[in-house]
């Protein structure tokens, strides 16, 4: 069975239903958790793919000019070889704006503030030939929880949705990395944790209840969007999305 190699660069947060869909689609996982001490490989080989999760680490230099954590550079390395031999690359949120880094994009703390609980983004043009969004609704339901945002994709990206206040939701690097600013790995009791004594909630005036309640409405929302994705990009991994016949074959490719 084919290996994807998952990078957990914070502890709460972890792949959660991501983990499930990729499974179910046939991909072994292999989680590798720098900030509790493991190291990283130093490349890819023997991978079929390669998924970064978020944190609440910042993808840009400290004040210090030091990495937002000890390991980042060499994670940068490995988004850049992922790219460059063309393994198949899922990045959420902290680990999309490294991908962007990675590649001589720019991340910033958003001059539009924090982005937090359940909203929509919406596809771009592009999406209509990409091989995982062509499938993706136009409205898709999505769980965001972020300050920084992706304010200069790199060059050569494709821009695959958007929003209103944040231009940079999804893109794809090459024709098999993607960097999602959204969060569809969350579940309930995630969110929950984040929002128990958080900052940023308190600081927006937000009531965590109402947040946790919130983002628990759309989970069967963004589940119905982004298991489908998650299928798509495990079948990716295994070479079994190919021409249009074989994408037919898929299942749940018309969710």
Known sequence: MATALVIENDPTDDLRRLGEWLTEGGLELRVVRPHAGDALPDDLEGYAALVVL??????????????????????????????????????????AQLLATAHAGRVERSPSGPEIGPTVVGRRDAAETDPLFRYVPLM???????????????????????????????????????GLQFHIECDTAMIAEWSRDSATLAELGYDPELVVAAC???????????QP????????????LGDDSTRRSLPLLGA
């Open 229 to 240: 994705f998650a299928i798509r990009f495990a079948a990716l991994a295994l070479g079994e």
């Open 216 to 226: 628990d409405r759309a989970m069967a929302d963004v589940e119905e969007a982004w």
């Open 140 to 178: 898709p339901d999505v769980l965001q929880w972020h300050a920084d945002e992706i304010t200069e994709l790199p060059h050569g990206a494709t821009l695959l949705a958007a929003s209103t206040r944040y231009p940079h939701q999804a893109f794809r690097l090459g024709d098999r990395a993607w």
């Open 54 to 95: 978020g944190g609440d680490q910042q993808a840009y230099p400290l004040p210090d000019d030091s990495p937002g954590a000890a390991w980042f550079p060499a994670l940068e390395g490995l988004l850049r070889k992922a790219v460059r031999h063309r393994v198949p690359t899922l990045a959420i949120c902290l680990g």
